[in-house]
């Protein structure tokens, strides 16, 4: 039973280090492409789809942050 724990611990472990780093880099990747629409709207009025893309961005964001 202690070896079956063991080898549980070790790979939620492993798991935890390897949705950490997906988790940072769609973090990265979110805080890019607001960075992008954001001087997009320094020269022009975004799009419809551009505000939308904001907004899911923002929620996402923030269930990261959970």
């Known amino acids: 039973m202690a070896g079956k724990l063991r080898?549980?611990?070790?790979?939620?472990?492993?798991?935890?280090?390897e949705d950490g780093c997906m988790l940072?880099?769609?973090?990265?990747d979110c805080?890019?492409?607001?960075?992008?629409?954001d001087e997009k709207s320094e020269h022009r009025k975004l799009t419809e789809s551009e505000l939308e893309e904001?907004?899911?961005?923002?929620?996402?964001?923030?269930?990261?942050?959970?």
């Open 7 to 17: 080898n549980l611990k070790g790979a939620r472990k492993k798991w935890n280090i």
């Open 24 to 28: 940072e880099k769609r973090i990265i």
């Open 31 to 37: 805080e890019d492409k607001f960075k992008e629409i």
């Open 54 to 66: 904001l907004k899911k961005m923002n929620i996402d964001l923030w269930g990261f942050a959970r």
